[in-house]
């Protein structure tokens, strides 16, 4: 297993403790998890401060992201950085340290997002909450996966963040159901979204998400990442489409990784988690 946390702020005191301290801020347990015990494991502890750093945020966390397994920030304050670049597929978190008591703030912190991290991790090995985790966010339309993708975004340090992702993903699985007039495969269920789309997570590995221009860093992070846990198989994708009859059909514009409009006609659509299609 590899590990990285970051603690995104300006603050002098709080970003010389990291610096120093780094792994020494994880706890004892945590540490000695069976998963940071084998080779080649490794839990980094960075900083980033948006005043200072002369690599721009995006480009940081898409470098230090790089072959981890779980990858998460801890945002102090309101730093001006563009955090929608690189959350949800990065899990995020909003702190509020105290800075009279500043060690024990910072491993709290700390040692509650990767423990959020090492929960959500265990959903990947879990198929029923894979396929509704990995839903791409722009176009399966539900107030369900913007909830989701919320947390994502602002409660990775939450006590209660695995309740929160596990109740959401609750609500997305009640989606799943089979097509109304299907002739056969009768038994096979989609997820559907409140635009009537149907998205089936499949078992194909024919094709993968495309990774030069126009695509951006921003792209492949959504690719590889969601809730801050490394997506499992990258070639794996959803099959998107609508009900037509006793088959299937979609028909018009949909977004993809980088918010260009494709036009589609067809039985169905290849789309992957960062709305590549």
Known sequence: MRAFICLVSSNSLAKTLVEKEQANLIAK?????????????TISIGVYDPNANQVGFTNFVFERSKGMDVAALLIEGDPAVPLEDVSPAILAGKVTL????????????????????????KFTNDEKMLEVLLLPKRNFIAKDLNDLLYLGRTAGASADLIAQVSAQLALLRRRRRPRRRAVVDQQKKYIADDDKKLFEYGYE??????????HSKSCILAA???????????????NMTKENGSGTWITGDFPDCHHAHKPVNQSHVNIFTNDYH
């Not at 590995?205 to 126009?214: F, V």
């Not at 590889?224 to 959803?238: A, K, M, N, S, T």
């Open 29 to 41: 347990e945590l540490r000695g998890d069976p998963r940071f015990n084998v080779k080649g494991s």
């Open 98 to 121: 105290d800075y009279a008591a500043l060690r024990m703030s910072l491993e709290a912190a700390i040692n509650r997002t990767l423990r959020n991290l090492l929960h959500i991790y």
């Open 205 to 214: 590995n024919h094709s993968k998400y495309e990774t030069g221009a126009p």
């Open 224 to 238: 590889r990442y969601r809730l801050g846990v490394r997506i499992p198989f990258e070639y794996r994708h959803y």
